[in-house]
């Protein structure tokens, strides 16, 4: 079986569809590698491309205030995305790409064991939750699969498009952290 090393070397040296070609440093998830939250993006942006982590920049200055909001911090979650390399132009990710990256995200979910998955956005939403998934009238509802609790939220660049999803947002984070607590309570 696979371990996080392993994981990591497999993503830097990945060659399986075009994105390797054209990205500058593959992004692998990053924080507590023993979280009961996992956080899943679509792919990585332009920032996080030149600096090979997860959620820089605008989108993630936005995540903080979120998570600070309901008293997170990135070490206390594991935040990743579907993709490892940025597709140009921050354009959707194509099937085959998704395809490409999806091996690594399992192992990710399979060595990490969370308790909650969150996906940020509709692209994540439809791969992990369903493919007809609406982000505008399914955030924050929540299925479960495998002893492990699903839900969406708005992606940090949409709240940058439209900040009035900001409060929505973090609202959202306040029931994750309900059903967190629910979750552990239940477990004791």
């Known amino acids: 079986m696979y371990t996080w090393d392993d994981i990591e070397q ?3 040296a990945c060659t399986h569809c075009p994105l390797s070609q054209t990205r500058k440093l593959p992004v692998m998830g990053r ?3 023993s979280a009961d ?3 899943i993006a679509e792919a990585p942006g332009g920032q996080e491309d030149l600096e090979g982590l997860p959620f820089v920049g605008r989108s993630g200055n936005i995540l903080d205030e979120i998570l600070d909001d309901c008293s997170l911090t990135r070490d206390a ?3 990743t995305n579907i993709l490892k390399c940025h597709p140009p132009g921050n354009r959707d990710p194509k099937e085959e790409e998704k395809n490409a990256c999806f091996p690594y995200l399992k192992y990710e979910t399979y060595l990490l064991k969370p308790k909650i998955i969150v996906c940020l956005g509709r692209v994540a939403a439809q791969r992990i939750i369903s493919p007809d998934f609406k982000i505008t009238r399914q955030h924050g509802t929540w299925i479960c699969r495998k002893d ?3 839900t969406a939220v708005y992606h940090p660049s949409a709240i940058l498009r439209d900040p009035s999803l900001l409060e929505v947002t973090k609202a959202d984070f306040r029931e994750i952290i309900r059903k967190r607590d629910e979750l552990l309570s239940l477990k004791s």
Do not use: D, E, Q
């Open 77 to 79: 979650i594991y935040i």
């Open 31 to 33: 924080g507590s590698r």
């Open 10 to 12: 497999h993503v830097a």
């Open 37 to 39: 939250i996992m956080l």
């Open 148 to 150: 492990c609790s699903l």
